[in-house]
């Protein structure tokens, strides 16, 4: 397939969904291995971006900010380098950008993170650091040259109040120069829909990329979702819990309910599906395969 070389914002306000793979730092060497042959079955899908995320409570920041660089610098694939606040000082998270920009990094995505004990632990702050996102954007752009993404959360940040303050969030985020936003793992819809609407009644624009994540193991995914503070509704587990004990028939029914996802978000006009690919590429090709069979991507 031809690869696209616009900006990533032109591809994501055009009217072809975009596709991209997120990827996580291994722990080890084989992790390692396992993640750089995910991501040579991937690339001839020609993403939009792929990024690669921090580790739990800012670990496996080296990890991360290597890895991104050597697919900038190896591969045809654009990275989005993560970065988040967690225990790290201002000075440091700029030297971190400035790793990112001599390896060719020009796409960040700005995140608090979660707190070292954990999503729903109270957020600690770096004595020399920074509390909130929207700073991390003003930073990068004050570093300059990078094309700025924030998170975003179809069921609301744990933190927010409610859903419209964590709706005014991202559109301050998008007001300090955020140009996409990539959401929390979710499995309807209609959150993601709804979400939408409430950023564009703040009189914010930005895209809004939906993040995918097919059941294919699901103690693991119900734990991510929760910790995320996304709910596992109750139509998904009425498909999931009789099979839960069988492993082959909940990755494909995972993998089925995943690519309706996509193919409601499509059709509702999602500029794009983010993938988190946990760093194995057969669920995401299979689905990919299939909404492409469709004509869908």
Known sequence: MP???????????????TVSFEFFPPKDDDGEQLLWTTIAELEPYDPTFVSVTYGAGGSSRERTVRITARIAEQTSMRPVGHLTLVRQSREE???VLQQY????????????????GGPRADWEPHPGGMDYAIELVELAHEIGGFSVGVAAFPEGHPDAPD???DARVLALKAGAGAEFAITQLFFRASDYFELVDRVRAQGSDIPIVP??????????????????GAAMPAEVLAQIEPIADDKPAVRARGIALATQLCRDLIAGGAPGLHFMTLNRSSATRE????LRGEGLV
């Open 3 to 17: 690869h696209d070389d616009r900006s990533l914002l032109e591809q994501l306000r055009d009217q072809r969904p």
């Open 93 to 95: 998270i700029a030297e």
């Open 101 to 116: 920009a001599d390896a060719g990094v020009s796409h960040v995505l700005a995140l608090r993170g979660d707190p070292p």
């Open 163 to 165: 859903l419209d303050e």
């Open 211 to 228: 993040g995918i994540m097919p059941i294919l193991n699901f103690a693991q995914v119900a734990r991510m979702a929760e910790l995320s």
């Open 287 to 290: 689905i990919f395969e299939a």
